[in-house]
């Protein structure tokens, strides 16, 4: 299809994709997050143990880390809109398959596998439209909220299954109507209102259809070495493997997981070791992860004006501030510190490692192809659950044999560190 008039603006309609695909995107996060919501009521029932239970919740990383690989090829036979639906209406089928009141840990783990591989076909997508539909100084900001979005995610998930446990519903009945809904309710959504970009405008980014002044590229520094441009960007899994961008930005998108994923598991496990009431840890864990929502959209603005579209600087900048935050962190757990100053350090601790979230995933449009993109996010989301279950392993390693998760927390110090160094590679020599 040849590309329709040019546009003097991107159009409004993305904020519909962008609301539609956030309600996607949500949906796997919170539906991974209901067995861990039901925990107590499915150990109980089922006799099993954490061990058990941690490899029911874990099928869903699983299962996505592999379908988000292999999403992009499917997406290229069927077309973005039609995967997005398919992955609803999987979703929709393994929450049917709840309903039927399993028993076994084995059924539990099917029935989660089946439901990461519907997570993996809409997951790339949902991250992927906002580069579709957004233009380039749009992109940080909007990836951001949604990122943002997905603390306030988990913790609605707790006070749904709350409210189900009142409703008296038990853990199968709850898994299985909420997670179905979500599935039917997103296939409904993209299938009656949301149409390809390819289709309604006849590109496949938004930005080669919008008037704008020719102006020199961003960061055209004498010296510098820049990305290629367009046409020589990775368009192939053989050039992203050969592409120093692409290891470059590998180790960053990790380093964003480990901290995503394995801080809150550490922090909600680490301070009875250091003699903190109950009611002092409730009341650092309850505020403890709300700064995303100020910190991610921040990173997204930072990275669009600031630096002009530019992602890298921020990404260092966040992981720069969480080093030394999470360094003050251990310092003051094993000082002792109030409860209240715990709070604060978590709060600016996670919140500083969250900074970079919408400028990362910004990133991998900045070095891939746009005909290889979805391809290539596929492999970062692989290895970003890769990254996340490494963590959480080797923490829970480290504590069985230690006695505590400060450990852990220096594992993710050491991924963070690890992570700046690669991100002030990739804007000093770079520039993206």
Same mark, same amino acid.
């Given at each position: 299809?040849?590309?329709?008039?040019?546009?003097?603006?991107?159009?409004v309609?993305?904020?519909?994709?962008?609301?539609?695909?956030?309600?996607?995107?949500?949906?796997?996060?919170?539906?991974?997050?209901?067995?861990?919501?039901?925990?107590?009521?499915?150990?109980?029932?089922?006799?099993i143990?954490?061990?058990?239970l %941690?490899?029911?919740?874990?099928g869903?990383a699983?299962a996505?880390?592999?379908?988000?690989?292999?999403?992009g090829?499917?997406?290229?036979?069927? =077309?973005g809109?039609?995967?997005?639906? +398919?992955?609803?209406?999987?979703q929709?089928?393994?929450?049917?398959?709840?309903?039927?009141n399993?028993?076994?840990?084995?059924?539990?783990v099917?029935?989660? /596998? @089946?439901? $990461?591989?519907g997570?993996?076909?809409?997951? %790339?997508?949902?991250?992927?439209?906002?580069?579709?539909?957004?233009?380039?100084?749009?992109?940080?900001?909007?990836?951001?909220?949604?990122? =943002?979005?997905?603390?306030?995610?988990?913790?609605?998930?707790?006070?749904?299954?709350?409210?189900?446990?009142?409703?008296?519903?038990?853990w199968?009945n709850?898994?299985?109507?909420?997670?179905?809904?979500?599935?039917?309710?997103?296939?409904?959504?993209?299938?009656?209102?949301?149409?390809?970009?390819?289709?309604?405008?006849?590109?496949?980014?938004?930005?080669?259809? @919008?008037?704008?002044?020719?102006?020199?590229?961003?960061?055209?520094?004498?010296g510098?070495?820049?990305?290629?441009?367009t =046409?020589k960007l990775?368009?192939?899994y053989?050039?992203?493997?050969?592409?120093?961008?692409?290891?470059?930005?590998?180790?960053?998108?990790?380093g964003?997981?480990a901290?995503?994923?394995n801080?809150?598991?550490?922090?909600?496990?680490i301070?009875?070791?250091?003699?903190?009431?109950?009611?002092?840890i409730?009341?650092?864990?309850?505020v403890?992860?709300?700064?995303?929502?100020?910190?991610?959209p921040?990173?997204?603005?930072?990275?669009?004006?600031?630096?002009?579209g530019?992602?890298?600087e921020?990404?260092?900048?966040?992981?720069?501030? $969480?080093?030394?935050?999470?360094?003050?962190?251990?310092?003051?757990?094993?000082?002792?510190?109030?409860?209240?100053?715990?709070t604060?350090?978590c709060? +600016?601790?996670? %919140?500083?490692?969250?900074?970079?979230?919408?400028?990362?995933? %910004?990133?991998?449009s900045e070095?891939?192809?746009?005909?290889f993109?979805?391809?290539g996010?596929?492999?970062? /989301?692989f290895?970003?659950?890769?990254a996340?279950?490494?963590?959480?392993?080797?923490?829970g390693?480290?504590?069985?044999?230690?006695?505590?998760?400060?450990?852990?927390?220096?594992?993710?110090?050491f991924?963070?560190?690890?992570?700046l160094?690669?991100?002030i590679?990739?804007?000093?020599?770079?520039?993206?």
């Amino acid at each position: 299809m040849a590309p329709t008039e040019m546009l003097k603006k991107a159009p409004v309609y993305r904020f519909l994709v962008f609301i539609i695909m956030v309600l996607c995107w949500a949906q796997i996060y919170m539906g991974m997050q209901m067995i861990a919501s039901y925990g107590a009521p499915i150990m109980r029932d089922l006799g099993i143990n954490n061990s058990m239970l %941690a490899l029911i919740s874990n099928g869903v990383a699983i299962a996505l880390a592999i379908m988000c690989v292999a999403a992009g090829s499917i997406a290229i036979k069927l =077309g973005g809109k039609k995967t997005i639906v +398919l992955g609803c209406l999987i979703q929709a089928v393994a929450g049917a398959m709840f309903l039927s009141n399993p028993r076994s840990v084995a059924v539990l783990v099917i029935i989660r /596998l @089946i439901e $990461g591989i519907g997570g993996g076909l809409i997951n %790339a997508f949902a991250l992927g439209l906002i580069y579709a539909w957004f233009p380039k100084n749009e992109r940080g900001f909007a990836s951001g909220i949604q990122m =943002g979005l997905y603390g306030v995610a988990i913790s609605a998930t707790t006070i749904i299954s709350n409210a189900f446990n009142h409703m008296g519903l038990t853990w199968t009945n709850g898994c299985g109507y909420f997670i179905m809904g979500c599935g039917l309710v997103g296939a409904i959504l993209v299938g009656f209102l949301y149409v390809d970009i390819e289709k309604r405008h006849g590109v496949s980014i938004i930005d080669d259809v @919008i008037e704008r002044k020719d102006e020199p590229a961003v960061g055209g520094t004498a010296g510098v070495v820049q990305v290629a441009p367009t =046409g020589k960007l990775p368009a192939t899994y053989g050039e992203m493997f050969r592409s120093a961008t692409f290891w470059l930005l590998a180790i960053p998108i990790a380093g964003n997981t480990a901290a995503s994923y394995n801080l809150p598991y550490c922090f909600s496990a680490i301070f009875p070791k250091y003699g903190y009431s109950s009611a002092e840890i409730v009341a650092i864990l309850s505020v403890a992860f709300l700064g995303t929502i100020i910190s991610c959209p921040l990173g997204g603005i930072i990275s669009d004006r600031l630096f002009g579209g530019r992602r890298s600087e921020t990404v260092a900048i966040s992981y720069g501030l $969480g080093t030394i935050f999470l360094i003050m962190f251990c310092i003051m757990l094993t000082g002792h510190a109030s409860a209240s100053a715990m709070t604060v350090i978590c709060i +600016l601790s996670y %919140a500083a490692c969250m900074m970079s979230c919408g400028p990362i995933w %910004a990133l991998p449009s900045e070095i891939f192809a746009p005909q290889f993109f979805i391809r290539g996010l596929g492999v970062m /989301l692989f290895i970003t659950n890769v990254a996340g279950l490494l963590n959480i392993t080797v923490s829970g390693m480290l504590a069985d044999r230690m006695g505590s998760y400060l450990p852990g927390v220096i594992f993710t110090i050491f991924f963070i560190a690890i992570s700046l160094i690669c991100s002030i590679i990739l804007f000093k020599k770079y520039r993206v």
